[in-house]
């Protein structure tokens, strides 16, 4: 008898896992996720969790910039949060010439770049608001970048593999 308690429920627990993710593979295909960045699911602990899975040593994922789609690679070696002129034009900042003031070193060399304030920034159930941001010229940069401008505020621990961001 204890047997057949202790199956049921396995299955009734193998079963609920599996709605859930067929429900998440459906939300992110609806979502229409960009290729390479990896899905941001909630962390059982908290609601307001998020784990982002690596690809290959990197941590790629979707955030919503003042309620638009970006997709990023987190890089807690980069100060703050850097954007590629087209998606930042994209979102509605297009600094002037006269703007990229700040200086920055980036894999293709030293460069310049526009300081902007993002107003939000949510990655999964995550949000910071008023996140200070460079705008970057897109032959300076490969990918958007999550940066510690981002990353300073939440608590974030990465392990086997998995970047856990807390709030």
Known sequence: MNRI?????VLMIVSAVSVHMI????TEAASGASPGASPVRSATNSNRSVVIASDQGHYFTEALVDGRSVAFMVDTGATQIALRESDAARL????RTSDYTVRVNTANGE????RVELTRVEVGDITVR???AL????????????GMSFLSRVRWTQDHGELVLEQ
Do not use: C, I, S
């Not at 429900?23 to 459906?26: K, M, P």
């Open 5 to 9: 308690l202790f199956a049921a429920l």
């Open 23 to 26: 429900q998440q593979a459906e």
């Open 92 to 95: 509605g900042y297009r600094p």
């Open 111 to 114: 460069g310049r770049a526009a």
């Open 130 to 132: 008023d996140v200070t």
């Open 135 to 146: 705008v970057v010229p897109d032959n300076a940069l490969n990918v958007n970048l999550l």
